[in-house]
């Protein structure tokens, strides 16, 4: 499946609205701290592994397009 995320630089969530989805994270933009964040807090929320959450555009902006894969999901 794939998803349309923003990014938002505060706090620890994931919210649903029309466009997609709006992911909060802390960390900094360095390094690929924050996609490794996305990354997690994405896995979390649909209780995946990381190895199934690929971010497939936008690695460098904040929004991004990020596909998982849906043989995980129950």
């Given at each position: 499946m794939k998803y349309n995320v923003k990014v938002v630089l505060r706090g620890d969530f994931v919210k649903e609205?029309?466009?997609g989805l709006e992911?909060?994270?802390r960390a900094?933009?360095?390094k690929g701290k924050a996609n490794m964040e996305l990354i997690r807090v994405l896995a979390?929320?649909?209780n995946v592994p990381q190895?199934?959450?690929c971010i497939v555009a936008g690695t460098?902006?904040?929004n991004k397009i990020v596909e998982i894969d849906d043989t995980?999901?129950?």
């Amino acid at each position: 499946m794939k998803y349309n995320v923003k990014v938002v630089l505060r706090g620890d969530f994931v919210k649903e609205t029309p466009e997609g989805l709006e992911v909060g994270i802390r960390a900094t933009p360095e390094k690929g701290k924050a996609n490794m964040e996305l990354i997690r807090v994405l896995a979390k929320h649909f209780n995946v592994p990381q190895s199934a959450v690929c971010i497939v555009a936008g690695t460098t902006s904040r929004n991004k397009i990020v596909e998982i894969d849906d043989t995980f999901i129950k």
